[in-house]
């Protein structure tokens, strides 16, 4: 077995204090170089003013638009090393649960941000540890504080509404009731939906996805249900709503109070919450917004 | 002939048992679920069938439901005891040919891709997982006929293990090209559900069912004599080519309906052949028919488990299988050999 020489106590100090001096200068300078592969934390950062440190990003960022120029190193379950290593980032931000990826981060000495998807206001958290993690505080606290004052400007609006009962729906097998993935009581679509001025139907649920079976859409007899796609292309969506029809004795089905709401905000929980949150309001209490 | 009387004995014996199970489950599964319904309000004319919230749960939610176990059950198990007797191998199971991979594979790239609009009523999934099936089945069969006198079962074997590797292969290449959602979505259905919603699936799964039933209805003489080699089999005048034709689509069209229908469900189409030959013995008179009142059974237990037992949102019924027929067949074994 190899033994390491102790180092002389002179030599430690130097290094103590080395090391200290570049922990100090990391404070104070901005992170240049991110890589970024979780979409939500991708726009956070575009949003942030903080784009043109960003070098790579994952497999399925797509907004904003300035994505598109940047090389892909993989995402939550194929990140690639090597690429992302070869790219000398200053910061990786990842999600929490990729712990290979920490690991091999952390054997090669590139620091990392592990972020992990929770409630609507772990967003606005998110945005100001992440941009103080950067060096941008100042624009992300701004950044923070408007979406938090949006969020609330919404809550205001519906404030003294009556909140139907809704179910949120972000997935079913298409032209039938099978295999419906609907929101629960906990995670930012649930958030989202109590700040638009619905009750969820699923909220006693504590689970973020909840694969629903037709007696118990039945049972929890939604007002209103609402139907979140964000696949692009889906031209189909709209009529493909015909298939609730079968499950005629649903408030929501018997007073055609199903929607369909079409956006890619929808699945990120990031700064486009706000216009995600907008959107479920104005279809739940029309009423509210029209002046 | 007092064999063939007892023979017949035990087959009335064998039927009414399963059956009397059978028929108990399909009656009382419907009535039992998360929401309280009365019977009285179900079959309530009076009430509008739109408004009628306890026949909706009834006639929407669980009697198709019900249906699907069961014939999905069935057709499993009974895929199951053609397989394992042609192919010599008591771990054959459906899916050993790589049907069932073929079907999920057919059901992920439609997934996948968003080819999945309806047509006529039927989505487009279990079209696909079907024609899956159909793709892995042509490439066994074409295999079979290859050879002049009859299958080797250990080629069929290895060729469905080959077969299965590829299409799961396949199948994780198309999840990496997929958004992250579409994965969720395609996990979700490899999980298997029986909540099909409408009639249409059921009857339209029945179809081919029944026919291949009926083909393999046919053959447990063959059965019997192929389980002990197909050179015996042949000394006793079977046409062993013909017959393993017969069987090998016929469990095949059995396969590819009960996935397309409920989504690769596993275990009970390697098990439930199992624990009922330990009940009836070996000869497939008593095997089949049991195996496929059982099998049916069997899953309409298992989708009851599953729906009532863990909270609201219920369990994927292809864990319970394993859940809750793992430990069952175990007892069983020691049973014996105790």
């Not at chain 1, 991110?34 to 949003?47: G, K, N, Q, Y």
């Not at chain 1, 295999?179 to 649930?190: D, P, Q, R």
């Not at chain 2, 790589?98 to 006529?120: E, K, P, W």
Request: proline share 6%; glycine share 8%; net charge positive.
């Amino acid at each position: 077995m190899a033994v390491v020489p102790p180092i002389p106590l002179t030599r430690r100090l130097a290094l103590a204090a080395a090391l200290a001096l570049c922990a100090v200068a990391s404070i104070g300078a901005e992170t240049r170089r991110v890589v970024s592969i979780i979409p939500a934390t991708t726009e956070m950062l575009f949003a942030m003013g903080a784009g043109d440190r960003v070098v790579a990003v994952g497999s399925y960022d797509r907004f904003p638009p300035e994505v598109d120029r940047l090389p892909r190193v993989g995402a939550l379950l194929d990140p690639n090393v090597e690429r992302i290593l070869s790219l000398k980032p200053g910061l990786v931000v990842l999600y929490g649960t990729q712990t290979d990826l920490r690991a091999q981060l952390e054997r090669a000495g590139v620091p990392y941000y592990a972020y992990v998807h929770r409630g609507l206001p772990d967003i606005t958290q998110t945005i100001r540890s992440l941009g103080a993690r950067v060096g941008v505080d100042a624009s992300a606290n701004a950044l923070a504080d408007r979406i938090e004052r949006q969020l609330s400007n919404i809550r205001a609006r519906v404030a003294d509404r009556r909140r139907p009962k809704t179910l949120l729906v972000f997935g079913r097998e298409p032209g039938t009731l099978r295999n419906i993935e609907a929101s629960g009581g906990v995670g930012f679509l649930h958030d989202m939906l109590e700040t638009a001025g619905g009750d969820d139907v699923l909220a006693d649920v504590k689970q973020q996805a909840v694969t629903m079976s037709t007696e118990l859409v039945l049972a929890r007899a939604p007002e209103v249900i609402v139907e979140l796609r964000y696949a692009r292309g889906d031209a189909a969506a709209a009529s493909d709503l015909r298939a609730w029809g079968a499950l005629a004795s649903v408030p929501a089905v018997r007073n055609h109070k199903v929607f369909l709401l079409q956006g890619e905000e929808f699945v990120v929980p990031g700064p486009r919450v706000v216009a995600a949150t907008e959107r479920l309001a104005r279809t739940l209490h029309p009423e509210a917004f029209a002046r | 002939m007092p064999e063939r009387n007892e023979l017949r004995r035990r087959i009335v014996a064998t039927v009414a048992g399963f059956g009397a199970l059978a028929a108990a489950a399909c009656i009382l599964a419907p009535l039992v679920g998360t929401t309280p319904i009365a019977l009285s309000r179900v079959f309530d004319r009076s009430i509008p069938f739109a408004d009628n919230v306890d026949a909706q749960v009834f006639f929407i939610a669980r009697l198709p439901r019900v249906l699907a176990a069961v014939l999905v059950g069935s057709s499993l198990a009974v895929a199951g005891v053609v397989f394992q007797a042609f192919l010599r191998n008591p771990l054959a199971s459906p899916d050993t040919l790589g049907l069932s991979t073929g079907a999920t594979l057919g059901a992920v790239i439609v997934i996948t891709f968003h080819l999945d609009t309806a047509i006529l009523g039927v989505s487009a999934v279990p079209v696909a997982s079907f024609a899956g099936s159909a793709i892995a089945l042509a490439i066994v069969y074409a295999m079979s006929v290859a050879r002049r006198h009859g299958t080797s079962s250990t080629v069929l074997l290895l060729a469905g293990v080959a077969l299965s590797a590829f299409f799961g292969a396949l199948n994780r290449l198309v999840q990496v090209v997929g958004d992250f959602t579409d994965t969720f979505r395609a996990i979700r259905w490899m999980m298997g559900s029986l909540d099909v919603g409408s009639y249409t699936d059921v009857v339209v799964a029945l179809v081919p069912m029944s026919a291949a039933l009926a083909a393999i209805a046919a053959l447990p003489r063959v059965l019997d004599l192929v389980s002990l080699g197909a050179a015996a089999a042949e000394s006793r005048g079977v046409d062993v080519k013909r017959a393993e034709r017969v069987a090998l689509v016929s469990a095949s069209v059995l396969t590819g309906s009960a996935v397309s229908l409920g989504g690769p469900i596993p275990f009970v189409g390697i098990i439930v052949p199992h624990i009922v030959r330990l009940i009836v013995g070996p000869d497939h008179r008593l095997v089949l028919p049991a195996a496929a009142l059982f099998g049916g059974s069997f899953l309409i237990v298992c989708d009851l488990i599953a729906r009532v037992a863990f909270g609201p949102a219920g369990m994927p019924v292809g864990a319970v299988t394993a859940l809750l027929g793992g430990p069952f067949f175990l007892w069983l074994l020691f049973r014996r050999f105790r």
